[in-house]
């Protein structure tokens, strides 16, 4: 991820947020062993200030994640 290597330093990394969607759609169970998967990939990103969020196709939800960015 080279790209996001020359993010990890700054301020700009706690605005990075990986979002994992249509968990309205998925088992619980499922959908937490793929997102295990994926922050083990993102781990170095996550430890730097960025995050995860879950995205269930709500509004609600939406405004959730967006919030800390506005």
Request: charged share 30%.
């Amino acid at each position: 991820m080279p790209v996001l290597d020359k993010v990890r330093g700054g301020d700009a990394i706690r605005k990075l947020i990986f979002v994992t969607t249509h968990w309205d759609q998925i088992k619980s169970n499922s959908g937490k062993e793929r997102e295990k998967k994926i922050s083990l990939y993102l781990e170095p990103l996550l430890r730097s200030g960025a995050r995860m969020d879950r995205f269930d196709m709500k509004t609600e939800t939406a405004w959730t994640i967006l919030h800390p960015l506005l």
